[in-house]
């Protein structure tokens, strides 16, 4: 199986900044792209960012200026930098990705368990 773990969450002043982890392991052939989500209490989950395996990026909206998205293939590790964080950039914030693993003909769509990301004002 492939598991995906973040790290990196916590509480930070609006202003601040964070950096999040995710780490994928398993049986993993190779990893296409990568991505970070984020759902606030009572909304739907959103994208925040993702990353393509040759580091091609993409933002949303509210985060762009602000966030970086990075990755490290061989340590099949994918990174968000946030800055000036907000506090509507209050959730949790899930790692995917999309993995072709040993005994799969066909990349599959895996997620991280979250980490809570709390910005008070």
């Known amino acids: 199986q492939v598991q995906l773990v973040e790290s990196g969450g916590g509480l930070v002043q609006a202003g601040g900044s964070l950096r999040l982890s995710c780490v994928a392991s398993?049986?993993?052939?190779?990893?296409?792209?990568m991505g970070w989500y984020r759902q606030a209490p009572g909304k739907q989950r959103e994208l925040v960012a993702s990353?393509?395996?040759?580091?091609?990026?993409n933002y949303a909206d509210s985060v762009k200026g602000r966030a970086t998205i990075s990755r490290d293939n061989a340590k099949k590790t994918v990174y968000l930098q946030m800055n000036s964080l907000k506090p509507e950039d209050t959730a949790v914030y899930y790692c995917?990705?999309?993995?072709?693993?040993?005994?799969?003909?066909?990349?599959?769509?895996?997620w991280g368990q979250g980490t809570q990301v709390t910005v008070s004002s």
């Open positions: 398993g049986r993993i052939i190779s990893i296409n792209d």
């Open positions: 995917n990705a999309d993995v072709w693993r040993v005994g799969t003909i066909r990349v599959l769509d895996y």
């Open positions: 990353i393509t395996s040759g580091g091609s990026t």
